[in-house]
């Protein structure tokens, strides 16, 4: 009796744990969404709100690692269930760099509001953006539902944003070199796509923890990774149309 | 007997927790050390060394962490020594990114030992360098004194980093709107860079730990930042000795 009480009390705090996770994972979800937004609209309200939005998901994390602390040490969980309070804390600082990086975008759209960009939209933002929220709610769905192959799937799949983040890397630096006019800009974009690109690796991270808490085994094989913009170089008279499509 | 043969187990684990701490603390030094000094000398071979030597720390951290988790699961410690190990946790996964960050330092170098560049050197980055170098050995050394005063004065220190970051940043901005021939050079400048300003960031994580390890309190007061880069805008024309000196 005394230990079916102890296992359902675990469990309770355990469930309240997931709970604040599930908070964290919905509000990094619309503030990824919100700071995209802020950076095509150059909306400086809206940018202003995801700086103020990701205040609430550190508090959270706070909050989950104080409860996951007293947990282990009230209940003093073994194996899976140590497994489980660890996975935790580890997704909760995952979903706290998400919060972070989206804040980041926010701030470069106030920076670049007021610059002027010759091109139409910024298309391979909002599609790394798209990506990375596809990543994101995959991946917190894997955790909820203990769905090992879902978040293998995400995984997998940071190697397109990275590919995306490369073409961008390349397209932005021949814009720079056709009119100094773009070179604000095109900066701030390039810090803002690769701020979303990390964003897909703290996914990933979120993949290998759901990895190893299922099977207790960790994530095998090279982490995918093929952000090639670091080994990226452009020569003046590159045109986008014939780079950046890689 | 028991009793005590119990805490002296704890200490010994404890202490081989702290061993791999400071063996991925002086493995960081080394990496980011060898990372700017393979930027300013266009050094591939050194570059590869580096990128070689943070696979090290990565699995120190695996091992600091399976053996944390180990710990808390046999000795189930309370209070302080809760503390102890969940701050080798939260210490060994911000020496791991600052090995990666180190390591991205030294794949842009890989890109730009063909460009170009007027300028002698690149004396913001070796400055922003030796900062965080400081920065990481000052916190290193506080954690093994268990010295808060010395882990709050890293703490201050960071803003001085984002400071020089912001310079370098509006430099950088005026390099490539002079002449487009600086344009990819200082563009991967400018992403090493912000990877040392995000070291420094890791430095200050670090004395936030130590602080809490300490007192069990958290870092009071908001946190320092003042890389104000992201709110950068430069106007053609701005010469950058008009700017980039704040």
Known sequence: MTS???????????????????????????????????????????????????????????????????????RQPMASDLREVMAAIRIAADLERIGDLAKNVAKRSLAIHTEAWPHKGVPGLDHMARMALEQLKDVLDAYTRRDIDRAVDVWHRDTELDAIYTSIFREMLTYMMEDPRNITFSTHLLFAAKNIERIGDHSTNIAETIHYLISGRPLRGPRPKSDQSSLTSVELGDKPSNIGRD
């Open 4 to 74: 079916e009480h102890t296992v359902s009390a675990f469990d309770h705090e355990l469930n309240e744990l997931a709970v604040r996770i599930a908070q964290m994972g919905g509000l990094a979800e619309k503030i990824l969404t919100d700071a995209v937004h802020a950076f095509d609209r150059r909306d400086e309200d809206l940018a202003h709100a995801v700086i103020d939005g990701d205040v609430r998901i550190d508090e959270l994390e706070a909050e989950v690692e104080e409860q996951a602390v007293l947990l282990i040490a009230r």
